[in-house]
């Protein structure tokens, strides 16, 4: 049986124009760099001299995409996507996601889970709406041994760039008192970490959040912007982040 042949983000090749402008639009999104017209040609299964045409339309209808041929092409903030089809596997992604938010955060960010998909569900046709409420792909729910630290005030600190005053437990049991800049959180399986700049280190520091005797927020603002500091955890530790 042959293999239907898909576009990058999971549509049918040959699909309409109207579509596959959408498709188009939605792979622009994803990056933040300039994408080459050679690359976007290939992701959405047309011709160089069809993608061309295709960033003409999109301009004449608002969205502001700047390059030319060469040199790439990108997409800035402020274009609104009218409401788009999406694909089997786009479903499954999204859903697969927010059941892993569900069994694995916190309760906010369990709730929020749970209303995106309702507002997703809720803007799709029948057809695959029935997919989003049936999906097969399951993920099991993070049995807690002990009671978690409020995670949710960390993110608020992180989004408010508060600093906190914490008392820590390392792994040999000694506990040592910290002024820290929350900057990033990460979820691992059975295992929070927070990714904070440490005054008494005088670097970046990783605290699991288990090991946390105290928090406290304190009334001090980051004397740098969270996003550069996020920026430069990465460059140190060789992430790549393109989203």
Known sequence: MPVEKRTATGYPCG??????????????????????????????????????????????QGADITGEPGLGYILHPGFLLPPIMLSSEEIEALVLGARWVRANTDDRLKQSAAHALAKIAAALPGDLRRE?????????????????????????AIKAGVKLDIAYRDERAQETQRRIWPVALGYFEGLRILVAWCELREGFRHFRIDRMIDVTPTQEIFPRRGEVLLAEWRRANGIVHDL
């Open 132 to 156: 989003l409420e049936t999906s097969a792909l399951l993920v099991p729910t993070r049995r807690k041994e002990s009671p978690e630290r409020d995670v949710a005030a960390l993110r608020d």
């Open 15 to 60: 699909m309409s124009r109207s579509a596959r402008l959408l498709d188009l639009l939605q792979i622009l999104r994803t990056h933040r760099r300039p994408v080459s017209g050679a690359a976007l040609a290939e992701a959405t299964g047309v011709s160089l001299r069809t993608l061309y045409r295709d960033i003409a339309t999109l301009q004449a």
